[in-house]
């Protein structure tokens, strides 16, 4: 079965696409040489290409970045081994590399892989720690915090 071609990207002229109404500009980005789409504000075909064209000029002079590789992950790891080098204690940066390992990381994947918009509200309620197992359980969730049996 055809998709619905109204629905569909159409090409309006070289690297200008247009769907559903709302330009597009296709290129690849001269700084991390890797195809992207970003839409346009222009409303017109004229305006269109004179709006890519000043977006590729201003990649090419430095005044607009390219869009970073930098991860969650990886910004994560750096601000814990820069919390560990400024002298913080041994115990403050294990305590905080453990709640990151433990809800911060695993709420991200999650959110990652989540098909709905409103991941984040979703997620919030399904994290499973030790404490909240035990709450749903016995319905106390006191004696899994403190250590007792």
């Not at 569909?8 to 559903?20: D, E, H, L, M, S």
């Not at 989540?114 to 030790?130: N, V």
């Amino acid at each position: 079965m055809q998709r619905d071609s109204s629905k569909r990207r159409q090409r309006v002229a070289p690297g200008i696409y247009i769907k559903n109404g709302v330009y597009i500009a296709g290129f690849s980005d001269p700084n991390t040489g890797k195809w992207t789409m970003p839409t346009l504000k222009a409303t017109t075909l004229t305006a269109a290409k004179r709006e890519r064209a000043a977006l590729l000029s201003a990649l090419d002079d430095g005044r607009v970045a390219s869009r970073s590789e930098l991860t969650f992950d990886v910004s994560l790891d750096q601000y814990l081994e820069a919390h560990a080098a400024s002298g913080a204690r041994a115990k403050t940066n294990r305590t905080m590399r453990g709640i990151a390992d433990r809800h911060v990381r695993p709420t991200r994947s999650r959110c990652r892989r989540s098909p709905r918009p409103t991941c984040a509200a979703s997620c919030a309620p399904s994290l499973t720690c030790r404490a909240r197992q035990a709450q749903r359980s016995t319905g106390d969730a006191r004696r899994v915090r403190r250590g007792d049996p």
